[in-house]
């Protein structure tokens, strides 16, 4: 089986703007979980979706959306843009039954706010 | 609400020597532990994962962890390290009840020397 893919792997965007990052799960995954990973706060979970609906959300300001489309792919979007926002953002996507527990992330998408 | 603390921002070490790193959590649930391991430029890998039963897992590549209720404790640890190690190690915790949001410590950068 593939692994979780996340496009674009490199991004650099400008204060202000906005951004939307893509996640593709491995094939049969319907849960979508999204993490944030800075040098500052490390890693910190952002939300998790599954059968397009939003079940568990971290605490992070409401600039940070997210969707799940039918065939679980997922996006994230953050609006307005800051500094701040400069993180490695990974996506993991974790099996309906049995193993459940177990999370497999992709390689991330490295953003730059410049 | 859960935490985890891992001990050691950084821990260098020469290779073939034996290594722990150190992580403890607080919970008032139930929580399953999870080992996750990053090497550069790449998303996190679960490494080994503790949920119930016998308190000693292993990993394929030879490490393992002891899981101890009593002092929260889920430390890591190989006995001869390799290079190819050399890497960042989170500990996780996740709600046994609940939906897929893992809680990560800051991580430990292990660097292993010739």
Redesign the interface.
């Known amino acids: 089986k593939a692994g ?1 893919t996340q496009t674009p792997r490199y991004l650099i965007k400008t204060r202000g703007q906005q951004v939307t990052l893509s996640c593709s799960p491995i094939s049969g995954h319907r ?1 979508v ?1 999204w ?1 944030q990973q800075t040098p500052g706060q ?4 952002l939300f ?1 979706y ?1 059968s397009e609906t939003q ?2 959300k ?1 605490n992070f300001p409401g600039r940070f959306s997210g969707r799940q489309f039918s065939n679980s792919r997922s996006e994230m979007n953050v609006s307005t843009l800051e500094l701040g926002d400069s993180a490695l953002y ?1 996506c ?1 996507s ?1 099996p309906d039954s049995g193993r ?9 998408t490295r953003l730059t706010v410049t | 609400a859960q935490s985890v603390t891992q001990l050691d921002s950084q821990v260098p070490v020469f290779e073939e020597a034996p290594v722990e790193l150190r992580c403890n959590y607080s919970s008032s649930v139930s929580v ?1 532990l999870f080992w ?1 391991v990053q090497y550069p ?6 490494l080994l ?1 503790y ?1 119930s039963g016998s308190t000693l897992v292993e990993s394929i590549n030879g490490f393992e962890a002891e899981f101890n209720k009593s002092q929260t404790s889920f430390h890591l640890r190989k006995p001869s390290v390799h290079i190819s190690d050399t890497a960042e190690y ?1 500990c ?1 915790v ?1 709600a ?1 009840g ?10 430990t950068r292990l660097a292993v020397h010739p």
Do not use: C, H
């Not at chain 1, 490390?42 to 979970?45: H, K, V």
């Not at chain 2, 430029?41 to 679960?46: I, M, V």
């Open positions: 979780v849960s979980s993490y490390g890693l910190q979970f998790e599954f079940r568990n971290g990974l993991a974790s459940a527990y177990e999370q497999y992330f992709g390689p991330g | 399953y996750y430029n790449q998303g996190l890998q679960l994962k949920l989170f996780a996740k046994s609940g939906y897929n949001k893992l809680i990560f410590g800051a991580g």
